[in-house]
């Protein structure tokens, strides 16, 4: 035998030692222990949500360590796949990054679904996002085979809601939508994937197998109209000309899909995408918008304390009166985006107050106070 065999194989046993002994120092924690350091950590909020989302991480290291550390193979068919659903700023991939990055400490990626194409045209192939997981792994493919990927903005694949495009799918490409489904029905079902370790930039770096039966694969989306497709399908068909009800109103951004919504697969078929795609997910898990109490918490939490080692590391001391800080919840909850209206309601005061006041020596205190309707900057 030849010794080029023989050292592959004692370079595929190092690595393996090195998977065995990164699986074995994980943390192992409770599906409660894992919810309550996501308190620790400032996520607020997602009650039902954060406690699925638990029961999936605790999963995900206990099958690591029977495959690594007991030496038990996976059953075929116990992927798990998990689907996000709900309005922009709910929690769902900051959720993602704190328990797969924070907490369990595995390689982590999260990819923008709207960058990938089918494969042949201008754009990412869905095979790149493990080529994201192999460099999130430092390049060793046995450790990238017990990660998580994270694909957001899930819903952008959606095409046109016309069943009439079902009965063609198969016989013509498609650059986006349909095209990257079918590209998808694969990748989360199969047992392993081939990927190109240089992101396809070249066509000299042969592509290398990556094992899938342990990686976590959560789908994120907000699925706007979902609920009033879902809706639709389950009442009666709306009349046209005289008779049609026109009071219905205009769905809302910020909407929470129900349990019995979520199990139509009509309404996804509907909405446009492919029920084989959909049934690939194990898990179809509803956030809610998030209500005033809650976006105080997290402005208080993490915002403003953001905000405050920043202006402390300019020397100087920030106060948001409590009236302020009603104000940007209130601002937030008009936007309907959740988490994300806090910063976009709170930035443009702080730019002004930091415009004016960074490098200034003798100013200690910025406070931003209420008058009026309007934001004002206080110092001292």
Known sequence: ?????????????????????????????????????????????????????????????????????????????????????????????????????????????????????????????????????????GGDVAWAACGAICMDEFDKLATSRSDARF????????????????????????????????FGFTSRTPPMPLELSAITFIACGA?????????????????????????????????????????????FARYGFIPELIGRFSRIVSFSPLDAVTLGNILEDNVLRTYEREFAHEGLNLEVDTAVREWVVQRALKRETGARGLRAALVPQLERAAYDHFGEPEVSTVRLVLEGDQVSVVTR
């Open 167 to 198: 009965a063609g799918q198969q016989t013509t490409k498609d650059v986006s939508g349909f095209g990257v489904q079918r590209s998808l029905l694969n990748l989360l079902s199969a047992a392993k994937a081939d990927f190109p370790p240089d």
């Open 223 to 267: 699925f706007s109209g979902l609920k009033s497709t879902a809706e639709e399908l389950g009442g009666q068909k709306e009349r046209m000309g005289f008779g049609r009800d026109t009071s219905k109103r205009e769905a809302a951004i910020a909407e929470k899909v129900t349990e019995d919504q979520i199990e139509q697969t009509t309404a």
């Open 1 to 137: 035998m030849s010794p080029r065999p023989d050292h592959l194989q004692a370079v595929s046993f190092a690595r393996g030692e090195s998977v065995r002994e990164r699986v074995a120092a994980l943390e192992v924690l409770s599906p409660r222990e894992i919810d309550q350091r996501l308190t620790e950590l400032g996520y607020r909020g997602q009650t039902e949500a954060r406690r699925a989302a638990s029961v999936l991480a605790y999963r995900h290291v206990r099958r690591l360590r029977r495959i690594h550390l007991e030496g038990i193979l996976p059953e075929p068919g116990t992927r798990e796949n998990c689907l996000f659903l709900g309005p922009t700023g709910s929690g769902k991939t900051f959720l993602v990054e704190l328990l797969f990055k924070e907490i369990l400490g595995v390689p982590t990626v999260l990819v923008d679904a709207t960058q990938f194409s089918e494969t042949g045209y201008v754009g990412d192939d869905v095979t790149t996002m493990l080529s994201r997981l192999y460099e999130a792994a």
